[in-house]
């Protein structure tokens, strides 16, 4: 019994850490419950739930195929049409904010900031509003879709961008700044043809997901297949709402592969 | 008058803690002049002064009738154009080929716009060529530069900086990542380029053996102070001691 009062004793946490971890999980099933109160699940709807969900699967049976050429292939140009649009207009406008954000291509920490500023602002405020916003600026329609989706994809690809120049190799820019190369030279032989990989990959991603995103834009009136969901869905054609579901799942899956085949190849 | 004068430069990093306590040199001729010294006692910050990669905290450095030190803005780049420099880590912009890594020495010729379109003057494209062809690397002029060997990488930054038509060449340990055979040719070449170029040159270096070989004058720093200045062959024992410190490592 000796030996073991001498032992040295192993606690894993001190008291106060003790105290700390319950009042985290305390806190966590607190807000469960309030969550729970707040969202009013109503428990007839959701013992009704399985009769309603095969009741919509009888009406989005069969697929009204038929519809596809006259009704969904022109949208669905559309929506691509829209997308690459605002994957274009997205890297035109986010790769010099993205310069601009870099700290060694821009070592002016009020631009960096302000560019930064304009990174996260674009991005923070969603598609749908972007789009309710053009909407309303230049009526509805694939302008206003594809405007939409290339303001918001200026954030994600200008911190991109710039973490990729940041990234790129300091000597080589060094040597060229030794040479007495301007800063826009340094940008054209330096840091360009360093981040060349970055821009084909931030590129082709954007492009996947605005594909994704250009689908559902058309709930707000922006062009695109979504508009076709959308009267679909307020004229109760739901062997047509089927058929939109199924293009739209096989579309993003094709691009998928396509989008892998190209980085396999090319990057 | 000499190509290049350095007058009581310093340069603290931290305040108070000077890395180069008070350096004055004249620099002339065409020969290669070696600067050794242990690591970290500023012969790097020293060389990369001289180009302002590094602002010295005071001093002059009067090179082509200009004080590099008071220099910003245009008037900078338009000095550094005529300062060529070689680094140990060669530099290159390694998704660029060996050609437009060469002709990237021009840039502070040409404009932004010329360099986008890699409109070169043909000039400028024969002097690369020519370059090129006596450095051994002609048929390389279309390869990426990442497809090269150390010693051919470390080629190309020297017909880079070779470009630039300088009057003066800087060489931050240029060959500390080579092995010692081709360690030894890179010396041998940026001997002879500055010998037809009529540049002086500047080296870094490391391997005393090899600044004993190729130098004519050898410069020897210690503690931000410069300790020994003279021949190759006025280097002893015992300067190296001061220099280095200690002396086991001597011993042979």
């Known amino acids: 019994m000796n030996a073991t009062a001498e032992m040295n004793r192993w606690i894993r946490f001190t008291p106060a850490q003790r105290v700390a971890r319950f009042a985290v999980y305390l806190g966590m099933v607190a807000a469960i419950v309030w969550a729970l109160k707040t969202i009013e699940v109503i428990p007839e709807f959701l013992y009704d739930a399985p009769a309603q969900v095969v009741d919509m699967g009888a009406r989005m049976w069969p697929i009204d195929f038929a519809h596809f050429w006259p009704g969904i292939w022109p949208a669905l140009v559309e929506t691509l049409h829209i997308a690459a649009m605002a994957t274009i207009l997205g890297l035109c406008m986010g790769i010099p904010v993205g310069f601009l954000a870099a700290r060694n291509a821009t070592p002016f920490p009020w631009v960096n900031h302000a560019a930064r500023f304009v990174l996260v602002a674009t991005r923070s405020i969603s598609t749908l509003l972007w789009a309710l916003f053009f909407v309303a600026m230049f009526g509805p329609g694939p302008l206003a879709g594809a405007l939409a989706i290339a303001f918001h994809s200026i954030g994600f690809i200008g911190k991109m961008f710039s973490e990729g120049v940041e990234e790129s190799n300091r000597g080589s820019i060094e040597a060229l700044q030794a040479a007495g190369a301007t800063r826009m030279q340094q940008i054209v032989m330096g840091y360009w043809p360093m981040v060349l990989p970055t821009f084909w990959s931030v590129a082709l991603f954007r492009w996947d997901i605005n594909v994704r995103e250009s689908a559902i834009l058309g709930l707000v009136g922006a062009g695109g297949i979504g508009v076709a969901l959308n009267s679909a869905i307020d004229l109760l054609q739901w062997d047509r709402v089927s058929l939109i579901l199924l293009t739209i799942f096989v579309v993003v899956i094709l691009i998928e592969i396509i989008v892998m085949q190209i980085r396999r190849r090319v990057i | ?252």
Request: glycine residues 10%; proline residues 3%; neutral net charge.
């Open chain 2, 1 to 252: 008058m000499s190509t290049l004068s350095i007058r009581q430069l310093a340069k603290e990093y931290v305040a108070g803690k000077p890395v180069l306590r008070d350096i004055s040199l004249e620099i002339e001729g065409t020969g290669i002049t070696a600067i050794i010294g242990p690591s970290g006692t500023g012969k790097s910050t020293l060389i990369r002064c001289i180009n302002r990669l590094i602002d010295p905290t005071s001093g002059e450095i009067h090179f082509e009738g200009k004080d590099l030190a008071k220099l910003a803005g245009a008037e900078l780049r338009a000095a550094r154009r005529r300062i060529g420099m070689v680094f140990q880590e060669y530099n290159l912009v390694e998704r660029l080929t060996v050609m437009e890594n060469v002709l990237s020495g021009r840039l502070g010729y040409v404009s932004a716009w010329t360099a986008f379109r890699r409109k070169f003057s043909n000039d400028d494209i024969q002097r690369a060529f020519d370059l090129l062809k006596r450095v051994g690397l002609a048929d390389f002029a279309n390869r990426r530069a990442d497809e090269l060997s150390g010693g051919q990488r470390q080629r190309v930054g020297i017909c880079r900086a070779v470009m630039q038509s300088p009057g003066l060449l800087l060489a931050d340990e240029p060959t500390s990542s080579l092995d010692p055979k081709t360690s030894v040719e890179i010396m041998e070449l940026m001997r002879d380029l500055a010998r037809e170029n009529n540049v002086p040159v500047v080296i870094n270096i490391h391997q005393v053996q090899l600044a004993q070989r190729f130098a004519e004058r050898i410069i020897g720093m210690s503690g931000g102070l410069v300790v020994y200045d003279g021949a190759p062959d006025g280097l002893t024992q015992d300067t190296l001691q001061k220099i280095y410190g200690g002396e086991d490592w001597l011993a042979t």
